[in-house]
């Protein structure tokens, strides 16, 4: 049975520092997602990695991939207070035959001024 | 921006009462799904379809059921609402194309609360 784990849960960091958001999950899987929520809200897509050694960057976030260390990353530079938000990474499980994602617990970053 | 609908948003009712949870697109996806997700939680998968007349349990065992008729439409409803059902429904859908799923993308969320 895939499992993901996220760390840490809880981030609470100052504006203009850096961080990084682990993603571990347990079986092999070659897609995995990244996404945002906000409050109250749905979830917002922000990443989709496709295969091993795969890196995407958007403002100041960046994602990468690695399949072999079953790892990947989120890493958050000079934040800002509108990313306050929660992170999930999801990964995609084909156990018995059929396709669906499997959430992580989710990162809830907070970031002050 | 995704074209996905999820109505009521909110919706408080009594218990033993039924309700549908309504969820459209307009993307043309295959493949939809339904979430549990409590505040501030991970996602639970309740149901899922891969197209016309299919649908799948999820992982996270549901009193709910659902139905799809239409590729654009996919329903759940609960037969006999309780407290123990309060929480928020996410509707997703995503194209599916040879054995291959690809990114899901979410409607608001249907905010239940049974009292």
């Known amino acids: 049975e895939l499992k993901v784990e996220q760390n840490p849960l809880f981030l609470s960091m100052q504006e203009g520092k850096n961080y990084t958001i682990y993603c571990n999950y347990s079986?092999?899987?070659?897609?995995l997602y990244w996404y945002r929520q906000d409050p109250g809200k749905s979830l917002e897509s922000l990443f989709v990695?496709?295969?091993?050694?795969a890196v995407k960057q958007e403002g100041r976030l960046m994602a990468s991939l690695d399949t072999k260390a079953r790892l990947s990353t989120l890493h958050i530079t000079a934040a800002v207070h509108d990313l306050s938000a929660t992170y999930f990474c999801?990964?995609?499980?084909?156990?018995?035959?059929?396709?669906?994602?499997?959430f992580g617990k989710g990162t809830k970053l907070t970031v002050n001024p | 921006e995704a074209d996905i609908y999820q109505t009521p948003r909110y919706l408080v009712i009594g218990t033993g009462k039924k309700i549908t949870l309504e969820c459209s697109q307009t993307?043309?996806?295959?493949?939809m799904y339904w979430y549990q997700q409590d505040p501030g939680m991970e996602l639970h998968l309740i149901h899922y379809?891969?197209?016309?007349?299919?649908?799948e349990k999820g992982d996270l065992s549901s009193e709910s059921t659902v139905s799809r008729i239409r590729t654009e439409h996919f329903p759940l409803t609960l037969e006999s609402a309780r407290p123990s059902h309060t929480s928020q429904y996410l509707c997703?859908?995503?194209?599916?194309?040879?054995?291959?799923?690809?990114?899901?993308?979410f409607g608001p969320g249907t905010r239940l609360t049974v009292t």
């Open positions: 379809s891969y197209g016309v007349n299919s649908t």
């Open positions: 993307m043309g996806h295959d493949k």
């Open positions: 990695l496709l295969s091993n050694g």
């Open positions: 997703a859908s995503s194209e599916w194309f040879r054995d291959t799923t690809y990114e899901q993308y």
């Open positions: 079986t092999t899987s070659d897609r």
């Open positions: 999801a990964v995609e499980s084909t156990q018995g035959g059929s396709e669906k994602l499997v």
